[in-house]
């Protein structure tokens, strides 16, 4: 059964560092979702793509994320520097097209730990 | 902010208990869908639901989507061990190329 890889699976770093994550979808989905999931609380969307395009990155903070799906297929997702606050599960997900209420696909995410 | 509220926050419940968890909004959404997430994995689809008014089963679990299409019920029967794991509600945002706003999550515990 297909699935959405993520990596690493977990990260620690410390305040001021880069990071990055990868994703790679499913293969053919052209919508690709970044979530951030702070502990005890649901997924929050960070950034949409469809197919190499954002479609939406308002809730993205973007004086220290960046995030780029260059050919449309898999993706990164960059902070720089980190904060302590940063600290929490970033997820992956995609959809074949992004229609109304297609299943969202998520990977295992990357936990990500700010000293 | 979760315009999505679920409740309870938390629940604990003995094996073969029923239990509900509730999903309100005050926003209209295209659809209503139902993940579980285990510990340090992401959230799996349960069940998808698009008409105002819809109930769907799956074996144990009944999902109701509300009338005006703001709400939502998980009916959980005869709760197993396994059924342990955070239940999260998400709408689908009307033309939002899928986007999904997520609640915050009800944490269910099944002992046997």
């Known amino acids: 059964e297909a699935e959405v890889a993520q990596s690493p699976r977990y990260k620690i770093t410390e305040k001021s560092q880069a990071v990055a994550f990868w994703c790679d979808p499913i293969?053919?989905?052209?919508?690709l979702y970044w979530y951030r999931q702070i502990l005890g609380q649901g997924p929050e969307l960070l950034v949409q793509f469809q197919d190499e395009s954002v479609v939406d990155d308002s809730q993205l903070p973007k004086d220290r994320f960046s995030a780029e799906r260059l050919k449309g297929v898999d993706s990164t997702l960059k902070i720089q520097p980190a904060e302590l606050g940063d600290s929490a599960m970033y997820l992956c997900?995609?959809?074949?097209?992004?229609?109304?209420?297609?299943?969202?696909?998520f990977g295992p995410g990357t936990r990500l730990l700010v000293l | 902010t979760q315009l999505l509220e679920q409740s309870p926050q938390f629940l604990s419940i003995q094996e073969g208990e029923n239990l509900t968890v509730y999903c309100n909004s005050s926003s209209v959404f295209s659809s209503l869908q139902w993940y579980r997430q285990e510990p340090g994995e992401g959230p799996v689809l349960l069940v998808t639901?698009?008409?105002?008014?819809e109930v769907k089963k799956l074996k144990r679990l009944t999902f109701q989507f509300g009338d005006a299409r703001k709400d939502s019920s998980l009916h959980i029967t005869a709760a197993q061990p396994g059924d342990t794991g955070l239940y999260l509600c998400a709408g689908g945002v009307w033309g939002g190329w899928g986007k999904l706003q997520f609640g915050a999550g009800t944490q269910v515990v099944v002992t046997p």
């Open positions: 639901v698009v008409t105002g008014g």
């Open positions: 293969s053919g989905h052209a919508t």
């Open positions: 997900a995609s959809t074949l097209s992004g229609g109304e209420g297609e299943t969202q696909y």
